[in-house]
């Protein structure tokens, strides 16, 4: 086996990991999916599920914003809890191991293999996040957002993603456009919560694409509902299994003509392409609008 190292991102991150304190299929606004540990505080204008992230205490938030972010680590197919977890990651995290910080706090966030504790995970969060690492960022602004271990604040919990966000990490951006949307913590910004939605979906991130095509297909931060732009979105998500995006795509394509579905296809065909999101959405306003 590898030796372990900060640069090492195992697929349990991303799928069990997540799952519980840094919550992978995440958005504030509108749902792409139920998101694990998040129920809505309060309603949204949308009728759509709200989403919701987890992240830890204010303390050091002035060091992290001064820190060097740390690239995210390759994935790797590992389980993270075999065995003595705690006798595993403890040493590292000791270290400075910025990786096992982060997995400490997760451990503890959630109980998996020590008692469940969320002051000592916030603090191992912090530790991670002090280090500038994203998901470590992401998991305190998830804590505060949802009042877990801490007072529930939702201005805390932007600035943490918004740390994660300007790094590129595409969970917090999606989180942080949702928070524009929906106005928690913040002034209310549809052209906000746009840009930021953009910035995830460019990267391949589900969530973010659907509430993007949502707020085209609803007007909201566009001068207009633009069913075109909103079924380009949503049709390559439809294609790939994801159940909201074919609901969504079954109430849209009756409302449309035969020539706007052959141009939300045309549109759909570009989208699909890896990074082309931006260019095609920009691309397509630009016809739009002549």
Request: hydrophobic residues 40%.
């Amino acid at each position: 086996m590898k030796k372990e190292n900060s640069t090492t991102w195992r697929v349990a991150v991303l799928a069990g990991l997540m799952a519980g304190s840094v919550l992978m299929a995440s958005s504030l606004a509108y749902a792409a999916e139920p998101l694990e540990k998040a129920k809505p505080k309060h309603p949204e204008k949308s009728t759509h599920p709200v989403k919701k992230e987890v992240k830890k205490a204010v303390v050091g938030a002035a060091a992290v914003g001064a820190a060097a972010a740390v690239a995210l680590p390759q994935a790797k197919t590992e389980d993270l809890y075999a065995g003595d977890g705690l006798g595993r990651w403890l040493p590292k995290a000791e270290k400075g191991d910025v990786f096992a910080q982060y997995v400490l706090g997760h451990m503890y966030c959630v109980g998996q293999g020590v008692p469940k504790d969320a002051a000592q995970g916030l603090s191992w969060y912090q530790k991670a996040a002090d280090q500038g690492f994203a998901p470590g960022q992401l998991a305190i602004g998830t804590l505060y957002y949802n009042g877990e271990g801490v007072k529930q604040d939702y201005s805390v919990a932007a600035k943490w993603f918004r740390l994660a966000a300007d790094t590129g990490y595409d969970r917090a951006q999606s989180n942080l456009a949702a928070m524009y949307f929906s106005g928690s913590g913040m002034t209310q910004d549809y052209g906000q919560a746009i840009k930021w939605y953009r910035a995830a979906a460019v990267q391949g991130y589900a969530p973010a694409q659907y509430n993007l095509g949502l707020m085209y297909l609803e007007g909201n931060g566009v001068p207009k509902p633009d069913l075109v732009a909103a079924y380009g979105l949503l049709r390559p998500l439809a294609e790939q299994g994801n159940a909201a995006a074919v609901t969504a795509m079954k109430d849209l394509s009756p409302k449309m003509t035969e020539a706007q579905i052959t141009q939300g296809q045309n549109l759909a065909a570009k989208i699909r392409e890896k990074n082309r999101l931006n260019i095609a959405l920009d691309e397509y306003e630009k016809v739009a609008s002549r």
